[in-house]
């Protein structure tokens, strides 16, 4: 099983920028891509970002694109999510997920994740 750690969530005004990572640890060999959602409050979970950790391909939300980038260290077996220009509608806590498979058609699927990390909370003020 693989096990995730959220971190770098905090506080920031309208137009700046934070940089959100996910450790992973434990069975990570079986790990085959990565992704963040986040959930407002009164909101469903919706896809932010995902990676296919083999290959490196990016997939993004259209809300997010041109804003925020997913990347991946994979000596530290960590997934990092830059965030640049936050508006407050940005504010959420930002899960990170991993799943065994990911494909095309399923990296926006939270069902297709099968381990979730603890989240963190991001709040961006006007």
């Known amino acids: 099983q693989v096990q995730l750690v959220e971190s770098g969530g905090g506080l920031v005004q309208a137009g700046g920028s934070l940089r959100l990572s996910c450790a992973a640890s434990?069975?990570?060999?079986?790990?085959?891509?990565m992704a963040w959602f986040r959930q407002a409050p009164g909101k469903e979970r919706e896809f932010v970002a995902a990676i296919n950790w083999n290959s490196g391909r990016t997939y993004s939300a259209d809300s997010v694109k041109g804003r925020f980038t997913i990347s991946r260290d994979n000596a530290r077996n960590t997934v990092f999510l830059q965030m640049n220009s936050l508006k407050p509608g940005d504010t959420a806590v930002y899960y990170c997920?991993?799943?065994?498979?990911?494909?095309?058609?399923?990296?926006?699927?939270?069902?297709?994740?099968?381990?979730w990390g603890q989240g963190t909370q991001v709040t961006v003020s006007s």
């Open positions: 997920a991993s799943t065994s498979y990911i494909t095309s058609s399923n990296y926006y699927l939270s069902g297709s994740y099968n381990v």
């Open positions: 434990g069975r990570t060999f079986s790990r085959a891509g």
